[in-house]
């Protein structure tokens, strides 16, 4: 039961190259998130997508991109990278965006650095 | 707006011993609490939660959490530390549109 998995679990990236996130669940779920994790500041909201089709700004969506390509699979682009999008990036999913009773289910995380 | 604070950057305790992570709370309405845990290079885990009903809730790896509303507080607490429970600690609350706000963690250092 692999649960969330995202890809890759490693990048650096140099100023201004561009690249994606890959993230995909195998629960069913139909809400999925990503969160970017930062020292001191705990988790923050990039985007999030409540099913299949929509997708909505999280608390830092600025220079973030992000596609529900399936139910499964919920990509994150990062179209300009800076060096201030260095972070530990964690896919996330939950059955049901409106439940107060689902918890969320991570990935492992991506680790980027932006030189 | 919905918040959390967890006042510690890192708490210590001996193996054996009981420990207490604090967390507190500010929201309108009815607060939805939560705890996780995050283990070295790895994703956050579910530990639990607090919807309504009794105060004390119960979880996973022994782990119990105390709501208490005058005090606005969450604290998570087991009453004997080992030493695998060394790890990131993270409280959060439902926010706006349903969406988990986390407090910045507690790292939980458990001494032989």
């Known amino acids: 039961n692999a649960g969330v998995t995202q890809t890759p679990k490693f990048q650096v990236l140099k100023t201004g190259q561009s690249m994606t996130l890959q993230c995909a669940q195998d629960?069913?779920?139909?809400?999925m998130y990503w969160y970017r994790q930062d020292p001191g500041m705990g988790l923050r909201l990039i985007y999030y997508?409540?099913?299949?089709?929509?997708?909505d700004k999280g608390e830092v969506p600025n220079g973030y991109n992000v596609s529900r390509l399936n139910k499964r699979e919920f990509s994150l682009r990062l179209e300009s990278a800076a060096p201030s999008q260095t972070s530990v990036y964690f896919c996330?999913?939950?059955?049901?965006?409106?439940?107060?009773?689902?918890?969320?289910?991570f990935g492992n995380g991506t680790r980027l650095t932006v030189t | 707006a919905q918040s959390v604070a967890q006042p510690e950057d890192q708490v210590n305790v001996a193996e054996g011993n009981p420990l207490t992570v604090k967390c507190t709370y500010s929201?309108?309405?009815?607060?939805?609490l939560f705890w996780y845990v995050q283990y070295p290079n790895r994703g956050l885990q579910f530990l639990l939660k607090?919807?309504?009903?009794?105060?004390l809730v119960k979880g996973s790896y022994g782990f119990e959490a105390e709501f208490n509303k005058s005090q606005t507080s969450f604290h998570l607490k087991k009453p004997s530390a080992l030493v695998s429970d060394s790890a990131l600690y993270f409280c959060?609350?439902?926010?706006?549109?349903?969406?988990?706000?986390f407090g910045a963690g507690t790292r939980l250092a458990v001494h032989p």
């Open positions: 929201v309108s309405g009815n607060p939805y």
């Open positions: 997508s409540a099913s299949e089709g929509t997708t």
């Open positions: 959060a609350v439902k926010g706006g549109y349903n969406k988990l706000i």
């Open positions: 629960m069913n779920h139909n809400s």
């Open positions: 996330a999913s939950s059955q049901s965006e409106s439940s107060y009773n689902s918890p969320l289910h």
């Open positions: 607090y919807i309504t009903g009794d105060n």
